[in-house]
């Protein structure tokens, strides 16, 4: 018998411990801040050791609702004790609601459920396509599908086979064809890359992985124009900027657009499991048909409980309106902070971005500064440090973030 009570906190493993296992089992596909959390509640998440931060990544805004969210945890319980999954070969109770909230929040006619975000663009490149062939009458195999430089929409093969980030592609080929890539916020470049075979234009409304990047005014709008007049499904990866996070519901709605086809992932569940759908407000969804597209997990009942719980709760908790005034409040703090190593201050809602100067030493060693201060963010290629708290984030806590970045900036 072993008389060391694995519930004993004395040895429980520290985190020097937890971070050496998981260098010895694990695949070597991230490089993580050496912090090992083990709780959240709201902003807050707490580490092994006791301590607590503020989180300023919120899983890469999955939980814009804020961690263990209670009305969103207390649907995923009652529902993980009635029915989990069923399959789509039956029905469950919970697609049809999930349908009927979804869309009529988001204005949309259908949805195609799914898990993760790769999977929601995986999706959509396929209904685009098929809308191509069968309703615009695109030569079969000549789909062709325009992306922006510096995209980021997922892992998948096919996904990284149409990014331009080498890390991202290098050795995974060989690669799709189909795919053609254009600068991004160049309406011009974009109007001469569409051509017959365009079947569709994939975007990021802002480029959250590529360090927060803004598009210039009119540039979704001009993109909206074209794809209308050249026949071509517009897809807006919302996955990141969607579902408040940039102060509206969608991001599309700051010029005023709609897209024929959304995607929406992470904050689709508050965080507490793998929900994205791709959203439809036109007839293009209406190409697939039985048979030709699925998945095993995609319009669970679990995932459906938890998403009408964690839409609900954006809602009815004013949180998309606080992103709006939280983040222009805490855009301005950071504008206001004179540190020669600041290049610029970017951002909508509270989807903010810090970029140094290349002379700076760095983001990861801000990033390292701000944890000894208590604060959670991560860098985004070598020079930006991404600022994206819960939606829930109060003006004293966004008083004290600002304040602890002049800190680590000087
Ligand atoms: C995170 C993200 C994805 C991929 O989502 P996963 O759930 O990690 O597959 C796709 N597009 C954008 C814009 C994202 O931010």
């Keep these: 018998m072993n008389d060391i009570d694995p519930m004993d906190f004395r040895h429980r493993p520290g985190s020097a411990d937890l971070i050496a ?159 053609r890539t254009v600068p991004y916020g160049d309406a011009a470049a974009l109007e001469a890359a569409i051509g017959p075979n365009t079947v569709a234009v994939l975007l990021e409304p802002i480029q959250g992985e590529a360090g927060v990047i803004i598009p210039p005014p009119g540039y979704l709008k001009r993109a909206r124009e074209l794809c209308t007049e050249k026949n071509a499904i517009l897809i807006l990866d919302e996955i990141q900027t969607g579902l408040g996070r940039t102060g509206k519901l969608l991001a599309e709605a700051h010029e005023g657009i709609e897209a024929d086809l959304t995607l929406i992932g992470k904050a689709l569940s508050g965080g507490f499991y793998p929900v994205s759908a791709v959203l439809s407000n036109s007839e293009v969804m209406d190409v697939l048909h039985p048979g030709e597209h699925g998945s095993t997990f995609g319009g669970n009942p679990l995932a459906c409980a938890v998403a009408r719980a964690a839409l609900r709760v954006l809602t009815d908790e004013g949180m998309i309106e606080n992103a709006a005034r939280i983040g222009a409040r805490l855009h301005a703090s950071l504008e206001s902070i004179r540190a020669d190593s600041v290049k610029a201050v970017r951002g909508r809602g509270l989807m903010l971005a810090v970029e140094l100067h290349p002379e700076a030493g760095g983001a990861r060693r801000v990033c390292e500064g701000l944890q000894a201060r208590g604060l959670l963010a991560k860098e985004t290629h070598a020079n930006t440090i991404r600022i994206a708290p819960p939606l829930i984030l109060t003006d004293h806590q966004a008083d004290w973030i600002a304040e602890q970045f002049e800190a680590a900036l000087r």
């Design 21 to 179: 296992l998981e260098g010895l089992y694990g695949a070597k596909n991230y490089k993580p801040l050496d912090v090992v959390l083990t709780r959240g509640q709201g902003v807050f998440v707490w580490d092994v050791d006791g301590n607590r931060y503020l989180d300023c990544l919120s899983a890469y805004s999955a939980v814009n609702q804020g961690h263990c969210h209670p009305k969103i945890l207390a649907a995923m319980v009652e529902q993980a004790g009635r029915l989990t999954l069923t399959s789509r070969a039956f029905r469950n109770d919970q697609l049809a609601p999930f349908y009927e909230e979804l869309c009529a929040l988001t204005g949309s006619h259908k949805v195609l459920p799914m898990n993760s975000g790769a999977e929601a663009v995986e999706s959509a490149i396929k209904v685009a396509r098929k809308w191509g062939y069968e309703v615009k009458g695109v030569p079969d195999g000549q789909a062709e599908i325009v992306v922006a430089a510096d995209n980021f929409h997922g892992r998948t093969v096919a996904i990284v086979g149409f990014s331009t980030d080498p890390t991202s592609r290098g050795h995974f080929g060989p690669f799709a064809p189909g795919f």
